[in-house]
């Protein structure tokens, strides 16, 4: 983690976290997920140190400093320097045009307010477009069968209750 703006999910690590609740850091309730995404960005502190915060948004925000780094799992998940930040309704828009590696979805405060992003420089697919109108025509006949069975099934109750 050298720059500002990188994206990871993170978990505790159970193999040190006998060390870490010694450290005092470690909740003593048990509750260590509580009130986080499990998902942060780096930014730079007040000292020009890389941290990361959790994108839970909260009154005191957890921030995990290096000192927390060997007691955590890291998997990263993208670099927002090579994205641009979107409303949901251009990103429900590309969702259907773009491949999915192209867009970009933090999931904050547990999804009540998510930040939507489309990579620089991407372009629509059409491979992708094809993929998504296939899946779209599935559902609709999905819908008419279902649509031919309620119809069948009303039909029986009205012939039921119209027939002496």
Request: aromatic share 12%; charged share 35%; hydrophobic share 30%.
């Amino acid at each position: 983690m050298k720059k500002e703006n990188l994206v990871y999910s993170w978990k505790w690590n159970d193999k040190k976290i006998e060390d870490f609740k010694k450290s005092g850091v470690w909740f003593s309730n048990g509750d260590n997920y509580h009130c986080k995404d499990q998902q942060a960005i780096t930014f730079k502190n007040s000292k020009g140190e890389i941290c990361l915060k959790d994108t839970y948004c909260s009154s005191e925000p957890f921030i995990i400093t290096s000192d927390k780094f060997n007691h955590i799992d890291f998997v990263f998940k993208a670099d927002l320097d090579d994205y641009n930040e979107i409303d949901l309704y251009e990103f429900e828009i590309k969702e259907k045009k773009y491949e999915p590696n192209d867009l970009l979805c933090l999931r904050c405060q547990g999804g009540y307010s998510n930040r939507y992003f489309v990579k620089k420089d991407s372009k629509p697919s059409a491979s992708h477009r094809i993929l998504v109108i296939k899946e779209e025509i599935e559902q609709e006949e999905k819908n008419i069968q279902y649509a031919k069975n309620r119809i069948d099934r009303l039909s029986k109750k009205l012939e039921e209750l119209t027939t002496p």
